[in-house]
Every structure is written in structure tokens, then in C-alpha cells.
Antibody, heavy 117, light 113 residues
Framework: QVQLQQWGAGLLKPSETLSLTCGVS????????CSWIRQSPIKGLEWIGEIHPHGNSDYNPSFMSRVTISTDTSNNQFSLKLSSVTAADTAMYYCARGTDSRKIQHWGQGTLVTVSS | DIVMTQSPDSLAVSLGERATINCKSSQSVLYSPNNQNYLAWFQQKPGHPPKLLIYWASTRESGVPDRFSGSGSGTDFTLTISSLQAEDVAVYFCLQYAGTPRTFGQGTKVEIK
């Protein structure tokens, strides 16, 4: 059974870089879509980006210049980096994994990230 | 971006009655090569991540009760709970994954009347 466990800093100051990691047990990212999604009361659910089964990545243009999603296949992990954060980046961040038929299937437990000076 | 619009924003249904949620996309999410609609439905309860209920618009995820069903094609979709149970109180979201960026509906809150 696939389980996603995520971790990373939950409190950041403006201009810092958000860094989160998602570990996949019972599988890996190799051959799957691995995504990051965030949720806030103001904007709802927002797709940040994903890594495709063959290794290329796609990002939401809203984040394009600030975001990097990478994988560490040897450790069955994938990561999110979002630079130059502001208060508007305060949200619950989720990792997710899926297949072509259901690109967002299994979800991590979520990490609340707060940006405050 | 494909804009997903759900209706209603909230609804209250009596136990055992039918609940119907609609989702409309600003562009078709039907993928011609395999004739599948890249539309999914999720259920989210407080303090938990969303849970996949339906993918390809009408295929129930493994383990999801058969009172949940999805229908529709192209730009108009419906999630139906045929007989509402107390444990179905949640917020429901649609997601299009035909194009990028993937986009979600704003959510529909389902409560017991």
C-alpha cells in the first residue's frame, strides 16, 4: 500500500525559501506522476507542479520562476523548493502521487507552512 | 488555464436522500486518443487531505462505496451520492487533469439537513 510522508520547515520569514520533502513508501516516483499541491482558505486547492513518469517536469505558470520539484529515486523521495516566499504563500502543502489515469491519487498528510515576519 | 466551476457551493440533504454536485469546465477535458474525460472527484474531511473518489469522470476508485457515482462528458460533470450517509459530510472537489496547470473546483460542502 502506497503511503506518502512529508516533512519540512513550517515557519518561514518573507524572502526565504520553502523546502519540503515527500517520502514514498510502498513505491517510488519512478514511473509515476509526483505532484505538489497547496490549499488555502483564499485560493482553495492550487496545483504547484509535477514530475512526469519519464522525468520531465511541469509547473504552474503562477509559480514558474520560483519553483523547483526534484526527485531522489535512490531514497524514494521527491522535493519542493519555492523561493522568495511572501505571506501569500501561507498554506497547507500536500505531496501526491498518481498514474496517467489518475494523476493525483495518493496524498501526503500535509504540512502547514506559515510565512510571517 | 481551464477554470472549474462547481455548483452549488453548499447543500444540505436528509440522511438517505440523494446529493448531486455539478462541475463545469471552461474547456473540454475529453482526451480524444483514448476517449476518456480527465476529470476526478475528491472528498475532503476536516484535518485530512483530499481522498480520490472517482477518476476518468465515472470510474470509482477501489474501496469507494457504490453510492458514489460520477457522470458527464466534455465540459459538464456530476457527482451523485445516491443515499447520503452521516460519514459523507465533507467538502467535495472536482479536478481536471487534461491540461496543465491542473485545476480544481472551489469545492461543495455537503451537510445533513
Amino acid at each position: 500500500q502506497v503511503q506518502l510522508q512529508q516533512w519540512g520547515a513550517g515557519l518561514l520569514k518573507p524572502s526565504e525559501t520553502l523546502s519540503l520533502t515527500c517520502g514514498v513508501s510502498g513505491g517510488s516516483c519512478s514511473g509515476y506522476y509526483c505532484s505538489w499541491i497547496r490549499q488555502s482558505p483564499i485560493k482553495g486547492l492550487e496545483w504547484i507542479g509535477e514530475i512526469h513518469p519519464h522525468g520531465n517536469s511541469d509547473y504552474n505558470p503562477s509559480f514558474m520562476s520560483r519553483v523547483t520539484i526534484s526527485t531522489d529515486t535512490s531514497n524514494n523521495q521527491f522535493s519542493l523548493k519555492l523561493s522568495s516566499v511572501t505571506a501569500a504563500d501561507t498554506a497547507m502543502y500536500y505531496c501526491a502521487r498518481g498514474t496517467d489515469s489518475r494523476k493525483i491519487q495518493h496524498w501526503g498528510q500535509g504540512t502547514l507552512v506559515t510565512v510571517s515576519s | 488555464d481551464i477554470v472549474m466551476t462547481q455548483s452549488p457551493d453548499s447543500l444540505a440533504v436528509s440522511l438517505g436522500e440523494r446529493a448531486t454536485i455539478n462541475c463545469k469546465s471552461s474547456q473540454s477535458v475529453l482526451y480524444s486518443p483514448n476517449n476518456q474525460n480527465y476529470l476526478a472527484w475528491f472528498q475532503q474531511k476536516p484535518g485530512h487531505p483530499p481522498k480520490l473518489l472517482i477518476y476518468w469522470a465515472s470510474t470509482r476508485e477501489s474501496g469507494v462505496p457504490d453510492r458514489f457515482s460520477g457522470s458527464g462528458s466534455g465540459t459538464d460533470f456530476t457527482l451523485t451520492i445516491s443515499s447520503l450517509q452521516a460519514e459523507d459530510v465533507a467538502v467535495y472537489f472536482c479536478l481536471q487533469y487534461a491540461g496543465t496547470p491542473r485545476t480544481f473546483g472551489q469545492g461543495t460542502k455537503v451537510e445533513i439537513k
